[in-house]
């Protein structure tokens, strides 16, 4: 089963505008975090932003916030304010409990941002 | 600090030729991974050690692959003998003890690797 689904290979958005990245999981493991990962065109897979399953608020980091929504088992990406560098691939990914430290990669959104 | 250190970042070889990928996490981290990426089928977890013990290979696609960590500092992906079908882009990645689950793995640059 599909643990980690990203649902729209694709997204676009003009600069300066929010857009929000879809990511939804499955999982029975009451423990687990969530992390979003961006990919640019150079290649490198950069750290964005973290949500932890028993955290109470969303997390923030900056332009990026996720919406984290329990009990649709959804963690969603919001980038406000989008700029031009923030064109590339984003990946959803998850490390469930039980002392391992695996995570689990969504197939990943391609933004493209418009001037 | 430094980052993950891969190298080399581009390799291109023939095929049936042994390929050796290298990989230095950051200091400190007790975690490894090797990943491969493709367009088929994304990113894909290859293996894992945890203080230099390889913890679930179940990813190495066939005996072709294998990895080794002689120490915290220095691990190895090889691929002998290399195959067409091989060619991807190969990251490794490293984190701190997991406390939680709230470390991230932080990435190399990744080598891309093209088997002709």
């Known amino acids: 089963a599909q643990k980690i689904t990203q649902t729209q290979p694709g997204m676009f958005v003009q600069e300066k505008e929010a857009v929000t990245l879809d990511c939804t999981y499955d999982?029975?493991?009451?423990?687990?975090?969530l992390f979003w990962y961006k990919q640019p065109s150079s290649g490198e897979m950069i750290f964005l932003i973290y949500q932890g399953s028993y955290d109470q608020q969303n997390a923030t980091e900056g332009r990026y916030s996720l919406n984290f929504q329990k009990a649709r088992k959804s963690a969603n990406l919001v980038i406000s304010a989008s700029q031009l560098g923030d064109s590339a691939m984003y990946f959803c990914?998850?490390?469930?409990?039980?002392?391992?430290?695996?995570?689990?990669f969504g197939a990943g959104t391609r933004l493209a941002v418009h001037p | 600090d430094a980052g993950v250190i891969q190298s080399p970042r581009h390799e291109v070889t023939e095929m049936g030729q042994e390929v050796t990928l290298r990989c230095k996490p950051i200091s400190g981290h007790d975690y490894l991974f090797w990943y491969r990426q493709t367009m088929m089928r994304g990113l894909e977890l290859l293996i894992y050690?945890?203080?230099?013990?390889?913890?679930?290979d179940s990813g190495m696609p066939e005996d072709r692959f294998s990895a080794k960590m002689p120490n915290a500092s220095f691990s190895t992906l090889k691929i002998q003998p290399s195959e067409p079908r091989d060619s991807a882009v190969y990251f490794c990645a490293s984190s701190p003890r997991a406390i939680g689950h709230n470390q991230p793995q932080h990435f190399g640059d990744g080598t891309r690797l093209s088997i002709l």
């Open positions: 050690f945890n203080n230099n013990v390889p913890i679930d």
């Open positions: 999982t029975s493991d009451p423990s687990y975090g």
């Open positions: 990914a998850m490390r469930e409990g039980g002392g391992y430290n695996k995570l689990i």
